[in-house]
C-alpha cells in the first residue's frame, strides 16, 4: 500500500469515529431530554411545578412551636345577613385595645370577598381600651351617645372577643362606652348583638298570712289599739 492511499484510509477512519460521537452526543442528548420532560409532565401532574418557575415569594412566618395553640383575633363585621364575625391568626393574643384598632382598619380583601364591610365611622383620634375582670371600658374621642346601633354592636362584640383579664366567655364579658362625658353601659354580646346588661329588680317580701285561732277566728298579728276602760 503506497502512502497515500495509507493516509486515504487513516483519514477516513478518523472521520467514521467522529460521526459516531456526533451520533453518540446528539442521541445522549436527545434521551436527555425526553427523561427531562417526562419528569416534568409526571411532577406537574402531580401538582409540582419545575423549580425554574416558582415564585418562593416571603418566607413563612408565626409557626407555632409544637403543642402550642395558634392566637386568634375575633374581628365583628357587617354582612348580607347581619353582624358576623371574621377570625384572623393573631402572634399574640389580642387585647381590646388591639383588636379595636385592627378592627377601625376595615375588613381585609377575603372578607371583602366574603361580602363583609364596616359601618363604622372614622373617628377624630384613637379608641383606648381598659380592662379589668371581665369588663371592659373603651373611651372614645366622641360623643358617645352620637354611635348608633350598628356601631355598637361591632365595637362592643370585637372587645368583648379579645384577651380580657378573668377569661370569663365573651357573652359575660361586660363592656362600656364613655366619651365627652356621656355613658353608654354597661352592654354585653349576645349572639351576634349587643345588649344592655339588664340589672335584677330587688325583690319584695309579701306580708305574713294570717294565722287561724282555736276560736274559728283568725290572728292577724298584735295590734296598737289599746283596750278601753271597763264600767
Do not use: W
Request: hydrophobic residues 35%; positive net charge.
Amino acid at each position: 500500500m503506497s502512502a497515500t492511499n495509507a493516509r486515504n484510509a487513516l483519514n477516513a477512519l478518523r472521520a467514521t469515529r467522529a460521526r459516531r460521537r456526533a451520533l453518540t452526543g446528539a442521541f445522549t442528548a436527545g434521551l436527555a431530554c425526553v427523561l427531562t420532560g417526562t419528569l416534568a409532565g409526571v411532577l406537574a401532574g402531580c401538582g409540582i411545578a419545575p423549580t425554574d418557575v416558582i415564585d418562593a415569594g416571603e418566607p413563612a412566618t408565626g409557626v407555632k412551636s409544637p403543642g402550642q395553640p395558634e392566637a386568634e383575633v375575633q374581628l365583628f363585621f357587617y354582612g348580607p345577613s347581619g353582624l358576623r364575625s371574621a377570625t384572623r391568626r393573631a402572634k399574640t393574643p389580642a387585647d381590646p385595645e388591639q383588636a379595636l384598632e385592627i378592627l377601625l382598619k376595615g375588613p381585609n380583601h377575603a372578607e371583602r370577598m366574603r361580602g363583609l364591610s364596616s359601618v363604622l365611622s372614622k373617628f377624630p383620634g384613637p379608641l383606648t381600651a381598659a380592662t379589668r375582670t371581665g369588663s371592659v371600658e373603651i373611651t372614645l374621642p366622641i360623643n358617645a351617645k352620637g354611635l348608633d346601633s350598628a356601631s355598637l354592636n361591632q365595637l362592643v362584640c370585637t372587645a368583648a372577643n379579645a384577651q380580657v383579664p378573668g377569661n370569663r366567655p365573651p357573652e359575660e364579658v361586660t363592656v362600656t362606652l364613655v366619651g365627652d362625658s356621656a355613658r353608654i353601659g354597661p352592654m354585653v354580646c349576645g349572639g351576634n348583638n349587643a345588649f344592655p346588661v339588664v340589672e335584677p329588680s330587688p325583690t319584695r317580701t309579701a306580708p305574713p298570712a294570717p294565722t287561724r285561732t282555736a276560736t274559728g277566728g283568725t290572728d292577724a298579728g298584735p295590734t296598737d289599739v289599746e283596750p278601753g276602760p271597763t264600767g
